[in-house]
């Protein structure tokens, strides 16, 4: 029940949505560590004091329709916060049988204010359109008008648009019916016109002459729906200007509120647009770049003059386009940033080039991801490979078991029927150490596959260490190791399984041993760390090669020649102390020792309950 306790409290902490769970008296139970970052931990105390800050009832509870067994889908507005959720609260029965309250905070935040910023965008599109000074219009190609801005009514005299969108272009607007098949030739060859001076007449048919700039509009297979444009009247020319400024000034606002870095260049290179997105992504202000920095100093060396010829090149999206190439960016700190560009020639009314303008989008996040993701694929992938070898190597050891124990037996036989001194009883001696050998061996590949699930119970680390150390002093002795010992006293007892850990201690002895062949210093230090312990155990020894510290916990990883070792005797160790809710650490330098550092709970992982704390020592 610990265990699943522990499980269901880590899926609540994983997931992004804050989880709070009170009782009948609106206590809270339960808050995940997402509404602890949101709230702070108000476990035990009301719930609308934590959320609201206040004595009250929160204004939108629904606590009484939820302990009724109802469910309850709700937007709020937390002003303590300034965050906006989508609350979900839902009845929980308890194994009691009364029901608690769970609440499910999704912050949607980020999203109203997104929806926001496009309201007023749209409406100022909508305003701009409806409230620019000159006519603007959509028609069909057919000579209907599809939608006109009140300016072009005002200018054409129409009192309504329902009226104006009703008559025929080519009959009713042009004063000369050829003008409008002229037009139309003119921008279906060209896909625009600019500044084309023609007659129309006024709904009382007073002829006057507009400028017409409009440009064709397609569907997505490429065939003419009708064109777009304005319709300006010569007499307004000075107040179009003041208009399209603008109209530049609103295109401006556009290029500073994309969520995407844009940049622009004269042909020297030097910077003449940066939005804020540009400052925040680069780690450059506005005010460094423009017209003070060039644009080659954010791309790694020799990588501008490649763009420029990428962007003349027809290759990479046409003539003056460059379009999601894969690159890197150099931040003001001199960090690297993955991402792509899309970039644009920008040309005179000559056709000259006179600028570049490009946007790029940051790619470090998705990046990321992928490769975290790929990681995940590796480790699944080595996951199931070992899992088969465990099945192998569990399969093996059982079928070698008896066959090695009926040849240990037989030789203990043997070692009856001659004599001590015998040159023949040492050789079956020798064999029968080495069958021995052999036996723990796949004791170990067991363990591997399948570690045995033993009885855990509190006990003093520190007399389980001197039992170790007593037991193979001599062998240490022999290998001029010398033994120190640092064992802190009133340590207390931890939750473990005495087997298990003797393993534990008496693979560290042995690595230590092999690890110091022309002798050394073996030290053993214990301590508290709050509600841990720790077992620091240094040799003097060679040390590990930093390129395989992190592998050496890995199943089937040794150094060691294939006499002395198979590599799962760390790798069952850590089993082991993971399965007491435990961790290893190690840190080593060549030529100068190893430290494994051990740590391992007081207390019985997953518990809190009373009855589980660890005694003190005696």
């Known amino acids: 029940m610990d265990k699943e306790k522990t499980m269901m409290s880590a899926l609540l902490d994983s997931i992004e949505d804050g989880i709070y769970i009170i009782d009948s008296s609106y206590t809270i139970e339960y808050m995940n560590n997402r509404m602890i970052e949101l709230f702070g931990d108000g476990t035990g105390k009301k719930c609308h004091k934590i959320i609201n800050d206040q004595e009250t009832l929160c204004p939108w509870c629904h606590a009484e329709d939820v302990f009724e067994n109802k469910q309850v889908k709700l937007e ?82 129409y009192d309504s648009k329902e009226e104006f969108l009703k ?43 507009v400028s017409l700039t409009a440009n064709v509009r397609y569907d997505h297979h490429g065939n003419i729906l009708g064109y777009q444009g304005i319709t300006v009247d010569q007499t307004q020319r000075y107040r179009m200007e003041r208009k399209l400024k603008e109209a530049h000034d609103f295109m401006n606002k556009i290029i500073q509120s994309s969520p995407n870095p844009i940049m622009a260049a004269d042909l020297k290179g030097n910077i003449i647009i940066w939005n804020r997105a540009a400052e925040k992504t680069l780690g450059y202000s506005a005010g460094e770049t423009i017209g003070k920095m060039p644009i080659t100093k954010i791309y790694p060396e020799g990588v501008a ?19 999601a190439y894969p690159m890197l960016y150099v931040r003001k700190d001199g960090e690297a940033i993955d991402g792509t560009l899309s970039a644009a020639m920008i040309y005179d009314d000559e056709g000259k080039e006179v600028a570049t303008v490009g946007s790029f989008v940051d790619l470090t996040e998705r990046i990321e991801m992928e490769r975290t993701l790929n990681q995940t694929q590796q480790q699944l992938l080595q996951s199931e490979k070992l899992a088969a070898m465990g099945r192998l190597t569990s399969q093996l050891a059982h079928e070698l078991n008896n066959p090695i124990y009926g040849i240990m037996n037989t030789l203990e036989l043997l070692k009856t029927e001659i004599k001590p001194d015998n040159r023949r009883r040492k050789l079956l001696d020798m064999s029968l150490s080495e069958t021995v050998r052999l036996g723990d ?29 007593i037991l193979h002093e001599k062998m240490l002795q022999e290998n001029s190791i010398r033994v120190a010992h640092e064992l802190a006293e009133d340590l207390p007892h931890v939750y473990i399984s005495k087997n298990q850990m003797r393993q534990v201690i008496l693979n560290m002895i042995s690595n230590a041993r092999d690890a110091m062949p ?80 051990i740590i391992l709970p007081i207390e019985k992982p997953g518990s809190g309950e009373e009855g589980n704390a660890a005694p003190p020592a005696p």
């Open 76 to 157: 709020i507005y937390i002003p303590k916060i300034d965050k906006t959720f989508d609350l979900t609260e839902k009845p929980l029965e308890k194994p009691d049988g009364t029901i608690s309250k769970m609440s499910f905070f999704r912050d949607i935040s980020a999203l109203k204010h997104r929806e926001a910023k496009l309201r007023e965008s749209e409406e100022k599109y909508r305003n701009l359109f409806e409230h620019v000074s000159v006519g603007i219009y959509i028609s069909s190609k057919e000579g209907k008008f599809l939608d006109a801005n009140q300016a072009l009514l005002d200018i054409l005299e």
């Open 167 to 209: 008559i025929d272009i080519t009959t009713d607007l042009y004063v000369r019916p050829e003008d409008r098949r002229k037009f139309q030739k003119m921008i279906e060859h060209d896909g625009k016109v600019k500044d084309y001076e023609v007659e129309f007449k006024k709904k009382n048919g007073t002829p006057i002459i």
């Open 305 to 323: 003059k490649k763009i420029m010829k990428m962007i003349r090149s027809p290759e990479h999206g046409g003539v003056g386009m460059l379009r």
């Open 441 to 469: 061996m796949l004791r170990k590949m067991l363990s591997f596959s399948k570690p045995d699930q033993e009885e855990k119970n509190f006990a003093d680390i520190n007399t389980i260490i001197e039992e170790m150390i």
């Open 518 to 597: 022309e002798g050394g210093t073996l030290h053993f230090r214990t301590s508290r760390e709050k509600d841990r312990v720790a077992i620091e155990i240094t040799d003097t020894g060679m040390g590990i090669p930093e390129e395989h510290v992190n592998r050496i916990f890995d199943s089937f990883f040794t150094t060691k020649d294939s006499v002395k070792g198979v590599g799962l005797g760390l790798s069952v160790c850590y089993g082991f102390i993971r399965d007491h809710g435990g961790d290893i650490k190690v840190k080593s330098q060549p030529e100068e020792g190893t430290t494994f550092t």
